[in-house]
Nanobody
Framework: QVHLVESGGGSVQAGGSLRLSCEAS????????MGWFRQVPGKEREGVAR????????IIAASAKGRFTISHDPAKNVMYLQMNSLKPDDTAMYYC??????????????WGPGTQVTVSE
């Protein structure tokens, strides 16, 4: 089982930026897809962005398109989510997932503990 750990969350004002990191215990990116998801209390986990090591273009959710960028550093086994022009609606716990496909959280097998992002007005 792949072990994932997120970092980089925090509190920022609207319009600010954060970069989230997801360290993996092995190169999960090569054999499957990895993605970023977010969840607020009382709502389902929502896919934000996904990247697959076997090819294909990254998928960015409509709510994040033009503001968020997903990338991967194979030398470090780290996946990133660069978030710019943050909005209060982006406030959520952000999770890294692996072993799935698309942006459907239910398809992912491995999860990190999450990192909180809070965006104030």
């Amino acid at each position: 089982q792949v072990h994932l750990v997120e970092s980089g969350g925090g509190s920022v004002q609207a319009g600010g930026s954060l970069r989230l990191s997801c360290e993996a215990s092995e190169d999960a990116y090569k054999s499957s897809c990895m993605g970023w998801f977010r969840q607020v209390p009382g709502k389902e986990r929502e896919g934000v962005a996904r990247l697959c090591g076997r090819g294909g273009t990254p998928i960015i959710a409509a709510s994040a398109k033009g503001r968020f960028t997903i990338s991967h550093d194979p030398a470090k086994n780290v996946m990133y989510l660069q978030m710019n022009s943050l909005k209060p609606d982006d406030t959520a716990m952000y999770y890294c997932g692996s072993g799935g496909s698309g942006l459907a959280a239910r398809t992912y097998k491995n999860w990190g503990p999450g990192t909180q992002v809070t965006v104030s007005e």
